[in-house]
């Protein structure tokens, strides 16, 4: 399971997310090393690299203005040390500390979807006054076939 949740992505690909802006170094499968500015990364790990620089495995070194580096050619990525103190290790402490449930006001899902998915949850639980319709057997509905 993930920091952020069960459907989302896990703690390299957040940091890799926050990396973005900042000079990182990538090996790549080639045995080239890659020095840039990492403009975006993508979920499968493809970078978006621009003002690179680019030495090749017997050491001669080429600029290019911009690279992109698919996820599977990539070996091993040195990001900036300001990750350090990057606020999703805040998270991961508190997720840690307190089982998984998400700080306060976070996490909370808000508008028109989260209300009908927490009305289903209800239903499923027997909220609303139990069975189908939510007004319980044969009444308060609108027309239908009503027990009366």
């Known amino acids: ?8 992505v896990g703690i390299p690909i957040v940091l890799l997310h926050d990396a973005e802006g900042g000079i990182v170094t990538v090996e790549t499968r080639k045995g080239e090393l890659v020095r840039g500015m990492l403009f975006e990364a993508e979920d499968m790990m493809n970078l978006y ?10 050491g001669v070194k080429r600029k290019v203005d911009q690279m992109y580096l698919r996820g599977p050619e990539i070996v091993f990525i040195v990001l900036p040390n300001m990750l350090r103190h990057a606020p999703m290790f805040k998270r991961i402490k508190h997720w840690r500390k307190h089982g998984g449930a998400p700080p306060e006001g976070v996490g909370a899902a808000v508008g028109q979807a989260a209300a009908i998915l927490r009305k289903a949850q209800e239903r499923r639980r027997g909220g609303f006054g139990g069975g189908r319709g939510g007004f319980g057997r044969g009444g308060g509905g609108r027309g239908g076939f009503g027990g009366g």
């Not at 399971?1 to 989302?8: A, L, P, Y």
């Not at 003002?51 to 495995?57: E, H, L, R, S």
């Open 1 to 8: 399971m993930s920091v952020v949740g069960n459907n989302r």
């Open 49 to 58: 690299i621009k003002n690179a620089v680019v030495q090749d495995v017997n």
